[in-house]
């Protein structure tokens, strides 16, 4: 089974700053990863497709960029909407993987 | 709209049986595969396993195969998600999510969730 890590698991950020969140994959798995935003309470919002295609009504601030085995969400000017836990997801065929995701908190 | 509905926030006792459910409306639900993601107290996401409502193939993840059912009804635009013995450890909110048809898709639209407590 492909096995998903992301880091920071934790991260400390003001309104403004530029964060950026990496997942990595235990195989290459091409482009098939997706970003997702998760807010207390809530179900999970995907941002990012495909490594990098930015989901419809998603702001541009977000962006995804990686392939293969290491990827990156970045967050370019960080909103207080923003504040959330954000997850990794690899998708191969029918088989899927989390990361085990990166909180982003007020510092 | 794509709405995937699910049922209400359920209590049971250790030992007991239990099956959720995920309407889906507003999209062809057989040109989709529906999924269940694990999402236990202050945990992260685990993917439980997936199926196919227009023919009920379903792929299961290892750490779920055997100890979850997964079933739909086309017929109601319905999946489930269902436990024969439930265990302390099963208390969960449990999501449902759409994903489309055809190789390489990820899960696009989600329902809000069930949660799951599993108490003596």
């Known amino acids: 089974d492909i096995q998903m890590t992301q880091f920071p698991s934790t991260l400390s950020a003001s309104v403004g700053d530029r964060v950026t969140i990496t997942c990595r994959a235990s195989q290459n798995i091409g482009s098939w990863l997706a970003w997702y935003q998760q807010r207390p309470g809530k179900a999970p919002k995907v941002l990012i497709n495909k490594a990098s295609s930015l989901e419809n009504g998603v702001p541009s601030r977000f962006s995804g960029s990686g392939s293969g085995t290491e990827f990156t969400l970045t967050i370019s000017g960080l909103q207080p909407d923003d504040f959330a836990t954000y997850y990794c997801l690899q998708y191969n065929i029918l088989s899927y993987a989390f990361g085990p995701g990166t909180k982003v908190d007020i510092k | 709209e794509v709405q995937l509905e699910q049922s209400g926030a359920e209590v049971k006792k250790p030992g007991e049986s239990l099956k959720i459910s995920c309407k889906g409306s507003g999209f062809s639900f057989n040109t989709h595969w529906i999924g269940w993601v694990r999402q236990m107290p202050g945990r992260g996401l685990e993917w439980m396993g997936i199926?196919?409502?227009?023919?009920?193939?379903?792929t299961y993840s290892p750490s779920f195969q055997g100890q979850v059912t997964i079933s739909a009804d086309m017929s109601i635009t319905t999946a489930y998600l269902q436990w024969s013995s439930l265990k302390a450890s099963d208390t969960a909110m449990y999501y449902c999510?759409?994903?489309?048809?055809?190789?390489?898709?990820?899960?696009?639209?989600w329902g809000q969730g069930t949660l799951v407590t599993v108490s003596s």
């Open positions: 999510a759409r994903r489309p048809w055809g190789s390489y898709r990820y899960f696009d639209s």
């Open positions: 199926i196919f409502p227009g023919d009920s193939e379903t």
